[in-house]
C-alpha cells in the first residue's frame, strides 16, 4: 500500500481537477445572448485534459511498479505542465481581470496541476529507483 500512495495522490488531484473545473471552480458562465467567452472553451480543454490525467494516473497506479507505471507518471506529469498552461497561456480568458476564470479557475488549474506534475514526476523518479535497487 505504501508504494501506491503517490499513484492514489495523483489520481485524486486528477479527478479534483476534472470535477473543481466542472462544478467548484468553473469558467464564466454564458453571456446574455447565450454565447460563451474564450475562458469557457479553456475550462472545456482543461476539463478533456483531467479526463486524460485521471485515466494516466489510473493505469500508473493499476501497473503500480512497472516501466508502464513509470511511463504514464512521465506523460501526466508533461500532460499537467500543459494542463496548467492552457488558461491564459495557450487559450485566452476574458479581458476583466476580476472575472471568475481569472479569479477562481485559473488559480486553482495551475496550483492543481502543478501539484500533478510534480506528484507524478516524483512517482516516476521512485519507480525507476526501484527498478534500479533490484
Known sequence: MKKRIIGIIMTALSLLLT????????????????????CHYAGQTVFGMGIALTVISAVSLVFGNGKAAA?????????????ALTPEILIPLCK??????HTMMRPA???ISV?????????AVIILKRKDER
Do not use: R
Not at 20 to 29: E, Q, R, V, W
Not at 71 to 83: M, R, W
Not at 96 to 101: N, S, V
Open 19 to 38: 470535477v473543481g473545473i466542472m462544478l467548484i471552480f468553473p469558467a464564466c458562465g454564458a453571456k446574455e445572448d447565450g454565447t460563451f467567452m474564450m
Open 115 to 123: 501539484l500533478i506534475a510534480v506528484t507524478a514526476a516524483a512517482n
Open 71 to 83: 511511463g504514464a507518471s512521465l506523460s501526466a506529469a508533461v500532460l499537467a505542465v500543459l494542463t
Open 96 to 101: 476583466m481581470p476580476t472575472m471568475q476564470c
Open 109 to 111: 488549474v495551475i496550483v
